[in-house]
């Protein structure tokens, strides 16, 4: 006898159909087995559907049980398959059909009921485009998948439950989607309006969301580099649609939607530690995982004390500042993850962090200094648009603002400029495939921002006296295009432009 029930795979974000075959045999001896380029945890399916099928209270086979995943040369990775692997001989034992055009997957406990498991949204978009009208996930999620509308996702708890349903004794009504609140932790932990001074980091901050750019902060030790950078989240601009799709669909092949979650609608704002491992911070693996850099997707990087990270995540992090997507090759399988981000970055000057301090002494040596500054490689440098050095604030002065802090501008106010200047570029680039002026290529450069001869000449003036790259000279154009873009001027103007250089690089030869 042989069973059928499709179930999916993912390549990265792909998705691909795969078929359950399950076959029951009376000849030959008792036994059980998958075949088809299973990994370890499909292989151990094996004991958990047998143990469950057992705690449901039903007879398990006395057959020789041979399991199938077709196509065998997609490799199959988890705990997913074992709901469709039950489903399939229960199917036999019970006697009822598998329901077409639906789809199964779902992880089970010995016990028979089933657990939150990781893509449950990228099968309800496979479902829908190629057709599929039912879903059976564990209930946990149900509600990620029913975010997807014209599907009926059936949110199973048990073995017992989904087999009652299927033989018409007791149905599952399908989910209704809730859109649930998300964690607390992704909003910004400070307001613009509490750090007090720091105009420039600040306003360094507002450009750098209005236009994406990649920015890099310098200064000692509790100048508030890390306040400025926990404060951005509360300056960004919500997720549209689609790019709340395109950060759900990392999410759920990460398995970092929680049980019960539902659409990730806030710009994601990462931190991960300079300890973390090549993998978990870049991706990739023998079974491939995206990581921090792609949960940043759309959103933020912040790679505190920077020039700790280690030689080889900075080298990793290159192809994908480049390309905006992290592409890994296997034997096997090409997955390709988006990991388009922006990069906030924050270095001490030197190794005792003192060297910026206007009143501490620093107590490195000049070449302790290069060799520490010099741990930041030049092709990320390449990749940061704005540069900022952050003085610590002066207590005195610290003291005065306290009381007029209220007077200081809120991040809600700082945001509806970022809005506005985002939209300009959604306008500009309509036609494009970039989104923002901090992806604009040389040509595009060319195109979108021409410039007077007034700007074009303190431009060149500034490349003579700062010795600037021609890289960093393309850099203060795009700068100085999104401070237009906040300022409503269509028009880069000389002031855009004379702003765009107080954030060049400060190390010319590098940048
Ligand atoms: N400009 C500022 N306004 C208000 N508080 C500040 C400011 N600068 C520093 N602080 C205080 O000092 C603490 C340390 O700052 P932090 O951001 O950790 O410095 P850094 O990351 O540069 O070492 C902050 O949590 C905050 O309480
Ligand atoms: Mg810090």
């Known amino acids: 006898m042989l069973i059928k029930v499709p179930s999916v795979a993912n390549l990265g974000l792909e998705t691909i159909k795969v078929d359950i075959e399950i076959n029951l045999a009376n000849k030959g001896l008792p036994g059980f087995e998958i075949v088809g ?11 958990r559907v047998r143990t469950a099928i057992i705690s449901s209270e039903v007879d398990f086979p006395q057959k020789k049980i041979t399991v199938n995943m077709a196509p065998a040369d997609v490799p199959k990775e988890g705990s997913t398959y074992d709901l469709p692997i039950a489903v399939g001989i229960l199917s036999s034992v019970l006697n009822f059909s598998i329901p077409e055009k639906s789809l199964f997957l779902g992880e089970l406990s010995f016990d028979g009921s089933l657990r939150h498991t990781k893509g449950a949204f990228l099968m309800a978009l496979f479902a829908k485009e190629f057709g599929f009208k039912n879903l059976f996930v ?68 507002e450009i750098a969301a209005a236009g994406g750019h990649n920015l890099i902060m310098i200064g000692s030790p509790g100048s508030g ?36 979650g539902s659409l990730v609608t806030r710009r994601q704002f990462r931190s991960p530690h300079h300890t973390a491992s090549l993998v978990g911070l870049v991706g990739g693996g023998s079974k491939p995982h995206p990581g921090e850099i792609s949960l940043a997707h759309r959103g933020v990087l912040f790679l505190d004390e920077f020039n700790e990270f ?25 997955v390709i993850y988006p990991a388009d981000f922006m990069l906030i970055a924050s270095a001490n000057p030197c190794p005792c962090g003192y060297a910026m301090h206007p009143k501490k002494t620093c107590s490195c040596g000049p070449n302790q200094i290069a060799k520490y500054q010099k741990r930041i490689s030049g092709p990320i440098l390449d990749r940061i648009d704005l540069h900022i050095a952050v003085m610590p604030v002066d207590t005195e002065e610290f003291k005065g603002n306290q009381q007029n802090s209220e007077f200081l501008e809120a991040s809600s106010k700082i945001k509806q400029r970022v809005i506005l200047a985002r939209e300009k570029q959604r306008v500009r680039f309509a036609d ?15 195109t979108y921002c021409k410039l007077t001869s007034d700007v074009e000449e303190i431009l060149r003036q ?16 795009k700068v100085a295009r999104t401070i237009a873009d906040l300022d409503n001027s269509e028009e880069i103007a000389v002031n855009h432009m004379a702003e765009a250089l107080q954030y060049k690089p400060r190390n010319t030869e590098t940048a």
């Open 37 to 47: 380029l299973a990994d370890k945890a499909v292989a151990e399916s094996k004991e």
């Open 462 to 477: 500034a490349s003579l006296k700062f010795n600037l790259s021609a890289r960093s000279y393309m850099k203060m154009i």
């Open 138 to 205: 564990p209930k946990d999620s149900a509600n990620e998948a029913a975010a997807i509308k014209g599907i009926k996702v059936f949110p199973v708890e048990s073995l017992t439950q989904i087999y009652q349903h299927l033989l018409g004794q007791k149905d599952i009504f399908p989910v209704v989607y809730k859109q649930v609140k998300e964690n607390i932790l992704d909003k910004a932990e400070f307001d613009m309006k509490e750090i007090l001074g720091q105009e420039q980091a600040k306003r360094a901050m």
């Open 310 to 334: 280690p030689r080889s995540i900075m080298e990793a992090m290159r192809q994908p500042l480049e390309d905006g997507c992290l592409s890994i090759s296997r034997a096997k399988q090409r």
């Open 225 to 260: 580099k890390t306040m400025l950078a926990r404060a951005l989240p509360g300056i960004l601009p919500p997720l549209n649609e689609d790019e709340s799709l395109e950060v759900t669909k990392i999410f759920s092949a990460s398995g970092d939607i929680p049980p019960g």
């Open 432 to 446: 494009e495939i970039i989104h923002s002026n901090s992806q604009m290529k040389n040509n595009q450069i060319k």
